[in-house]
């Protein structure tokens, strides 16, 4: 591979092609469909579809097929296919849809409304992963301007991943044989520890979500006669929440929610520390005077990947401040996020949690915990000698500093279940997701350099990929 000719490829790529087609993807406001129940009578999803495939064919890039999939309930998926000069294949996973916009964003700034600052790509979606798309496109096509060969490709883009990936075993069941059994899978949503070098994701947490309801009296009653005597539903909600999370530390009491940690990933987290060092925490907009939760660095990297952490993402029963009136409230209900290590199973972690908080309510309050479909974390298998050196060489190449892994606290459903269906594939899970650029969150951005880089990085893999497999 030419490298300063790829260099250039891929940065006239991003410049001249993707960063216009992710300017109009970001004006799109095509929500998930959990965050989106009539996604289908809105058609932002359909406008999204359509610019991808659209832009896609426009590509020059010999025997690149783009179609829509279509199952009938589901959302739509997106595939590409490019032939290849080997019989092995390689999958390529990104996906469309979008959390919501969230409030907060800075003047000047929302997530419908593409601008660029100082290198970055502000807006909803573009880099958690509407940049996916074009990046694999690109990436082929970087191949094929240097007439390299590379393997067949299959481009997966889904529209439902920020719903946790409801619609895709059904995809990937009814496509089974057209995809074949890929040796090598590479997801591009994922994140980066800094824009440095190239990260690749060695694991990915589970989830367990679930609605908590303490339930004290068939309705509200006044403060004033009943304090003292009917016991807070939000009081044992707090005590129930107890048993599950210590208050103080933030540490997950049960032992059953923890698993070892493999001493590979250990050392992997020490190894990201020493390059990170505080920018782990730095990064994160703590307000003045507060601060993380420890100051050594290795162990905030394992809590966030490897340790079982718990967040109160939502309620209900408690009325806004301006409505809430002087009444002992009949019930309380949180929404509860627990994120989960990446190999421990999630319907063993459900069974857990549900016994932990209904067992033996206090003052016999009546107590339910509806948990949601818990999603699979991931642990990747050991790269591949080629895979090890290519990925180093990527990195070196393209971002001109060695590579480091790391694992994510996020969850990426798919992963696991492309562990599991493919045994014997390698993984290459990496993605944009820097520091400050705020996934799900306002002034969600895109550092356009890194996206560019991160292209030719995967050029690069798939040129080794097919040397290695030849």
């Known amino acids: 591979m030419d490298i300063t000719a790829a260099r250039s490829f891929v940065e006239r790529a991003w410049s001249e092609r993707i960063v216009p087609a992710l300017r109009d993807y970001i004006t799109i406001p095509n929500q998930s469909p959990a965050f989106d129940h009539a996604w289908r009578e809105h058609g932002h999803m359909e406008r999204a579809v359509e610019l991808i495939t659209r832009w896609t064919q ?45 409030e907060g964003w800075q003047e000047g700034l929302g997530p419908w409304t593409p601008v660029i600052r100082d290198g970055k790509l502000y807006g909803r979606g573009g880099a958690d992963d509407g940049y996916s798309a074009f990046a694999c496109v690109a990436a082929i096509g970087a191949l094929h301007a240097q007439r390299l060969p590379h393997a067949r490709c299959v481009v997966l883009i889904e529209a439902c991943e920020e719903s946790g990936s409801g619609d895709l075993p059904a995809y990937i069941d009814a496509l089974a044989e057209r995809i074949g059994t890929p040796s090598l899978v590479i997801c591009l949503d994922s994140g980066c520890g800094n824009y440095d070098q190239l ?135 949180l929404k509860l996020s627990l994120r989960l290590p990446p190999t421990l199973d999630a319907g063993k972690a459900t069974a857990v949690v549900r016994d932990v908080l209904t067992s033996d309510p206090p003052h016999g309050a009546q107590v339910a915990f509806v948990p949601e479909q818990g999603a699979a974390g991931w642990n990747a298998p050991p790269l591949a000698p080629w895979l090890s050196e290519s990925v180093a060489r990527a990195s070196r190449e393209f971002f001109g500093h060695d590579v480091c892994f790391h694992g994510e606290g996020g969850t990426i459903p798919f992963m696991a279940m492309l562990g599991e269906r493919f045994p014997r594939a390698q993984f290459v899970i990496t993605g944009v997701l820097g520091p400050h650029s705020n996934a799900h969150g306002p002034n969600e951005f895109l550092d356009l350099a890194t996206g560019a880089r991160l292209t030719g990085c995967v050029a690069r893999v798939l040129a080794d990929h097919y040397r290695a497999s030849a």
């Open 199 to 333: 990260w690749v994701t060695t694991s990915l947490r589970g989830l367990l979500g679930g609605l908590l309801t303490v339930t004290v009296l068939r309705e509200g009653v006044h403060s004033g006669a009943a304090s003292g005597i009917v016991p807070s539903s939000f009081r044992i909600a707090r005590q129930l929440l107890d048993r599950l999370e210590d208050e103080r530390t933030g540490a997950i009491r049960p032992r059953a929610l923890y698993v070892d940690v493999p001493d590979e990933r250990t050392e992997q987290a020490t190894k990201a520390a020493a390059v990170l060092g505080p920018s782990v925490y730095a990064s994160f907009p703590f307000v003045a005077g507060a601060a993380p939760v420890t100051a050594d660095v290795t162990e905030l990297l394992l809590n966030r990947t490897w340790c079982p952490q718990l967040e109160v993402i939502g309620a209900a029963g408690l009325p806004a401040p301006e409505r809430a009136g002087n009444v002992l409230r009949a019930e309380t209900t």
């Open 58 to 102: 426009a590509q020059q890039v010999p025997g690149l097929r783009v179609e829509v999939v279509r199952l009938a309930g589901r959302t739509p998926l997106v595939w590409m296919e490019v032939p290849g000069a080997s019989d092995e294949t390689v999958l390529l996973y990104g996906h469309l849809d979008k959390q919501p916009p969230m």
